[in-house]
């Protein structure tokens, strides 16, 4: 019997306070290498990009921080929560991430962890740091658009009426 292939993209974790404390400047995707049972726990649902960072180590990109929980089922072969993992680019995007995350106040983030056609990827973000006025600027033009909205949608019901 033929196996199943899974299409389309399933959203395991998500960092939104990273799109908060940082202006992204250009996103990748990236494969992971995992183990066994970091595939059985993702594919429960269970991860946290919170803490994560991506760091460039000898022409290879590792992703340290990301808890993925033990899998519930696993035995000694079990992994550990914390571990660094081996991002699978190509090596000019390596050597771009590099050179650019050397500049002042540039780092590496990982925004989101899916599954996409069966295999699990992250996306990246190469990204600046925000200052705290920088923060209040955006929180008030996200406000700003939605009274926006709220407004002309408001006109547009007593139009219909």
Not at 59 to 73: G, K
Not at 90 to 117: A, M, N
Not at 127 to 150: C, F, H, N, S
Request: a positive charge.
């Amino acid at each position: 019997m033929a196996k199943e292939k899974n299409t389309g993209r399933k959203l395991i974790a998500q960092n939104k306070k990273a799109r908060h404390d940082y202006t992204i400047i250009d996103t990748y995707e990236c494969g992971l290498v995992l183990t066994g049972t970091e595939v059985k726990s993702l594919r429960q649902g269970r991860a946290s990009l919170v803490d994560g960072f991506v760091q460039i180590d000898g022409n290879e990109a590792w992703l340290h921080n990301v808890h993925v929980p033990e899998y519930a089922q696993g035995t000694w072969t079990n992994h550990s929560a914390r571990r660094k993992r081996k991002l699978l680019m190509h090596r000019y995007e390596i050597d771009k991430l590099e050179s650019k995350s050397q500049e002042t106040g540039h780092t590496i983030v990982p925004l989101s962890l899916y599954f996409k056609d069966g295999r699990a990827k992250v996306e990246i973000a190469l990204a600046k740091g925000k200052k705290e006025y920088d923060k209040r600027q955006t929180l008030r033009e996200k406000q700003d658009r939605r009274e926006a909205e709220r407004v002309i949608s408001a006109v547009k019901r007593r139009e219909r009426a």
